[in-house]
Every structure is written in C-alpha cells, then in structure tokens.
C-alpha cells in the first residue's frame, strides 16, 4: 500500500509541476496590454484629479484643514 500512495502522490506532484511550467506567467503581448491599460487609467486619473472642479474641491479641503483652529 505504501508504494501504491507514493506513486500516486508523484503522480500528482509532477502533473502540477507540469501544469505549472505550461503557464509560467505572461507572454510580452500580455505585458504590453497591461502597459496600455496601466498608462490609459493614468491618463484618465491625471485628467479627472486636474480638471477644475477637483482642483477647487483639494483646494477647499486644504484651506479648511489650514484654518482650523486646534
């Protein structure tokens, strides 16, 4: 029985191992997309935190929390 398990769990181990080799992380094609999102995203968030209406509302924030009085 010993050697019935032990087959077994080699058997297992050595598929995920192989599983594990077949998709080892992405491929460049996927880097690069992910690059593309990352910098459209930033773009989009630097656009949004520099329009003038967030600009006035970070500045409020800021003149209020300089004004008090502790």
């Known amino acids: 029985m010993y050697k019935a398990v032990r087959a077994r769990l080699r058997a297992l181990v050595c598929g995920a191992a192989r599983a594990v080799r077949r998709d080892a992380g992405m491929v460049t094609s996927e880097y690069a997309m992910g690059i593309v999102a990352a910098v459209a995203f930033a773009v989009v968030l630097y656009k949004v935190v520099t329009s ?16 008090e009085e502790a």
Do not use: C, H, P, S
């Open 52 to 67: 003038g209406q967030v600009t006035a509302e970070l500045q409020a924030v800021v003149e209020r929390a300089l004004n």
